[in-house]
């Protein structure tokens, strides 16, 4: 998955304004106690972090 994607996704599972909140603030376990941002810095495949948040948030299996 492309990083452009998993914006997109972002962006229409949560709003523009909440999934920026959602990506800067909340610590996922599953991330290995880091944030969005972070893993994504830390070189770890989107399509894995947007599987985290889908787990975190309940996001149905259709859109993830």
Not at 4 to 33: K, N, P, Q
Not at 47 to 53: D, S
């Amino acid at each position: 998955m492309r990083l452009t994607h998993f914006r997109e996704l972002m962006e229409d599972e949560f709003g523009r304004v909440r999934a920026g909140s959602l990506a800067r603030d909340h610590v996922f376990a599953e991330l290995g106690g880091r944030t969005v941002e972070q893993a994504l810095e830390d070189g770890i495949d989107p399509r894995k972090v947007w599987l985290a948040v889908c787990e975190a948030y309940d996001v149905p299996f259709q859109r993830r």
